[in-house]
């Protein structure tokens, strides 16, 4: 039941290889294609502010119950609030501007250490609790719709 594909950590988890991968394919844009990276770059920092939300908002409060951890939910929610920062910069930049290929690269090393912790620290540890995964799921997933619509 834990591993079901509707699972809370299931869909986090797919969520973190679609980021990987979009900041993958910036890497291998060439500093010609400025138009390509502010499409890509926007679509990360979209992709990401919409998964920290359903993180903060959703999964980390029933983790913080279910865990008794608050130090390992703090620690991630510093981290989101690193990357909210340079999401706010990188978004109201153009690809030309000087720090902007930089600012991306930071990014996406923040991002993977913080995904990095979840995955081989919090994700195993939520995964030893009784919380309902397969229900957390149905409602991340319904407030990933909603925010689609």
Do not use: W
Request: proline residues 3%; aromatic residues 4%.
């Amino acid at each position: 039941m834990k591993n079901e594909p509707g699972n809370a950590i299931t869909l986090l988890m797919k969520d973190h290889a679609d980021v990987k991968e979009m900041f993958a394919k910036f890497e291998e844009l060439s500093d010609r294609s400025k138009a390509g990276k502010k499409r890509l770059a926007d679509a990360i920092c979209e992709a990401l502010t919409l998964h920290t939300r359903i993180e903060e908002e959703i999964f980390y409060p029933a983790a913080r119950k279910a865990l008794k951890d608050g130090d390992m939910m703090d620690e991630a929610l510093v981290e989101h609030a690193c990357a909210k920062e340079l999401i706010a910069q990188i978004q109201s930049m153009d690809p030309g501007e000087e720090l902007y290929d930089a600012k991306v690269k930071v990014l996406s090393e923040q991002i993977e250490h913080h995904v990095k912790e979840e995955e081989t620290e919090m994700f195993p540890k939520v995964r030893t609790t009784s919380l309902d995964l397969v229900a957390l799921g149905q409602e991340m997933l319904a407030y990933k719709e909603s925010a689609h619509a």
